[in-house]
């Protein structure tokens, strides 16, 4: 399984980015997948998680209202559109895949490289 995110970059407060997770190597719609974020110093926290049919999908609560994530699985792809970022947003960025839609590091058995999402003030 290969996850390979992108989309990161610099923007200022109140921007927008959107992420996104390209996957091969397994049945894309049978998973669900997650976005999770490090600063230095920091564990690895959770961002968001959407299922394999789209029908679930759970956010951290500093994000709510201004993260959506999505998902295509035709193009085997998923999404983070980031709306309203705060400097507080401003992390690597890693999409991960896992067999439940989880708020837990450790449920995910496969993850991307990271990108950077730098948030200017």
């Known amino acids: 399984v290969q996850l390979q995110a992108s989309g990161g970059g610099l923007v200022q407060a109140g921007g927008s980015l959107r992420l996104s997770c390209a996957a091969s190597g397994r049945t894309f719609s049978r998973y669900s997948m997650g976005w999770f974020r490090q600063t230095p110093g920091k564990e690895r926290e959770f961002v968001a998680v959407?299922?394999?049919?789209?029908?679930?999908?759970y956010y951290k609560d500093s994000v709510k209202g201004r993260f959506t994530i999505s998902r295509d699985n035709v193009k085997n792809t998923a999404y983070l559109q980031m709306n309203s970022l705060k400097p507080e947003d401003t992390a690597v960025y890693y999409c991960a895949q896992s067999g439940t839609s989880s708020r837990l590091y450790s449920e995910y058995d496969y993850w991307g490289q990271g990108t950077l999402v730098t948030v200017s003030s």
């Open positions: 959407i299922s394999g049919s789209s029908r679930t999908t």
